[in-house]
């Protein structure tokens, strides 16, 4: 018996590596058959494992090199607002053009996430703003300044019947008394000084070398008076008229008269 054994050692190893061969070919080999952690990168073909074969959560951020996850791993639509921590996102990571009005939530930004004027790329230029989008709500009491219209913009459709003063049309005017009080005047600022008998000058405190001045005998009030009055401009005072006032006959005399100016 053992001359038998050893004469046909040889082919007791074949025999045993054959029938060895067909056991694993007939996948008989099972996840207890192997010592855990044997299995490496290397031994896995490329593209080996697939999605079906990751269980679910199973991949975390440890799991995952820096940068290791593009654009084209994740899936349209797939990352919403759930998944980012607050801050996350800045304005490195958007195109330009990627955020539009329909990803904002309604109220999200105010005016403290808006840049100033006096940083780069700050403020809202006429192209952030959606035609009509500004309303008299939006806009603060006094907040548009001259600066801001236009020449030529505003007509009688934006302006309230006798809503303007005598100096916003640039008319002024004045009722002097014969003595030479002021009796009512156009704004603040108009003087009046008698120099002398039916002579006075009314200064309007403001530049009227290029406006035309009309004149007329009366008083300020109810009544009426007689005489003849002239106007011209001062001499050595272009904020100024001179205003005389006579007689019927011609005489220098103190008269009562109303003065306008217009500009």
């Known amino acids: ?22 056991a694993l070919a007939a996948n008989t080999v099972f996840s207890e058959d192997i010592v855990n952690g044997e299995v490496k990168t290397a031994d ?10 990751i269980r ?8 995952l090199a820096d940068d290791a996850v593009t654009r084209t791993e994740i899936l349209d639509g797939g990352v919403t607002s759930a998944d980012l921590f607050d801050g996350d996102v800045a304005n490195a990571d958007l195109a330009d053009g990627a955020v539009g009005t329909n990803k904002v ?10 840049l100033d004027d006096n940083q780069a790329g700050g403020g809202l230029g006429p192209q952030d703003l959606q035609t009509n989008a500004v309303a008299q709500a939006e806009i603060a009491t006094d907040g548009v300044a001259a600066t801001e219209v236009q020449n030529d913009s505003i007509d009688a459709g934006e302006v309230v019947d006798f809503g303007l003063t005598n100096q916003d049309v640039g008319v002024l005017f004045a009722e002097v008394s014969a003595v030479g009080v002021l009796d009512n005047s156009s704004g603040a600022g108009v003087t ?12 309007f405190a403001r530049q009227i070398s290029q406006c035309t001045a009309v004149v007329t005998i009366g008083p300020s009030g109810a009544g009426g008076a007689d005489g003849e009055v002239n106007v011209a401009d001062r001499s050595g005072n272009a904020e100024a008229v001179f205003v005389d006032t006579n007689t019927s006959a011609g005489a220098a005399a103190d008269r009562p008269f109303r003065l306008v100016v217009v500009c």
């Open 44 to 53: 896995l073909a490329t593209v080996a494992v697939t999605a079906p074969k």
């Open 56 to 63: 679910a959560d199973a991949v975390t951020n440890a799991k």
């Open 1 to 22: 018996m053992r001359n038998h054994i050893r004469s046909n050692v040889i082919g007791y190893v074949a025999l045993f590596f054959a029938l060895s061969s067909s």
């Open 105 to 114: 939530q309604d109220g999200a930004i105010t005016s403290s996430k808006v």
């Open 192 to 203: 009046v000084t008698k120099i002398g008998t039916g002579t006075y000058e009314v200064d």
